[in-house]
T-cell receptor
Framework: DTAVSQTPKYLVTQMGNDKSIKCEQN?????MYWYKQDSKKFLKIMFS???????INETVPNRFSPKSPDKAHLNLHINSLELGDSAVYFC?????????????FGEGSWLTVV | KNQVEQSPQSLIILEGKNCTLQ??????????LRWYKQDTGRGPVSLTI?????NTKSNGRYTATLDADTKQSSLHITASQLSDSASYIC??????????????FGRGTQLTVWP
């Protein structure tokens, strides 16, 4: 009965590899997000999708490409991984793109690039 | 520059004691302020959301206050429990009409409750 689930939880990979993190929400929400949390615990938004449409795209390298096959899924694909990509990536969702809506976070995916 | 500053960076208290965490922001125009709790190894969980017109909101032993004039918020935890040990993150949303404005995150206050 997990609300926002993301896989894998842990991922260790070599520089230059391509990897994907999957996210699914069963809350019926219209909006989904990807956040990155660095080693200093600072959360930063990367992307936001509303009904499969990209609405927020912060300054993120082109190596990061989100894919939303339907409004319940938002996957993150990363090409040519670099050491600096090591972080915790959180998927999240909210009912609609409304100012006061609660955002529900997944449990995070720990990515380590070696 | 839109920023959210939290203090203290870390805090250790004994079980049963109260504590107050601070959040100062410069985000403008302001829409709402949220407090999240993030347990180690978990995702953030929402505690409270306050808009401009609200100056206090409670969620169990957690009480958040907001002074929109001085752009300050506090999170007060009453009768702390070991399970309160976590990072508490202040998040301020910029106003963008009825849609979700950009969220600005603080770096969090790491609270440790000792028995």
């Amino acid at each position: 009965d997990t609300a926002v689930s993301q896989t894998p939880k842990y991922l260790v990979t070599q520089m230059g590899n391509d990897k994907s993190i999957k996210c699914e929400q069963n809350l019926g929400h219209d909006t989904m997000y990807w956040y990155k949390q660095d080693s200093k615990k600072f959360l930063k938004i990367m992307f936001s999708y509303n009904n499969k449409e990209l609405i927020i795209n912060e300054t993120v390298p082109n190596r990061f490409s989100p894919k939303s096959p339907d409004k319940a899924h938002l996957n993150l694909h990363i090409n040519s991984l670099e050491l600096g990509d090591s972080a915790v990536y959180f998927c999240a969702s909210s009912p609609r793109v409304r100012s006061g809506n609660t955002i529900y976070f997944g449990e995070g995916s720990w990515l380590t690039v070696v | 520059k839109n920023q959210v500053e939290q203090s203290p960076q870390s805090l250790i208290i004994l079980e049963g004691k109260n504590c107050t965490l601070q959040c100062n922001y410069t985000v403008s125009p302001f829409s709402n302020l949220r407090w999240y709790k993030q347990d180690t190894g978990r995702g953030p969980v929402s505690l409270t959301i306050m808009t401009f017109s609200e100056n206090t909101k409670s969620n169990g032993r957690y009480t958040a206050t907001l002074d929109a004039d001085t752009k300050q918020s506090s999170l007060h935890i009453t009768a702390s429990q070991l399970s309160d040990s976590a990072s508490y993150i202040c998040v301020v949303s910029a106003y963008r009409g009825s849609t979700l404005g950009r969220l600005y995150f603080g770096r969090g206050t790491q609270l440790t409750v000792w028995p």
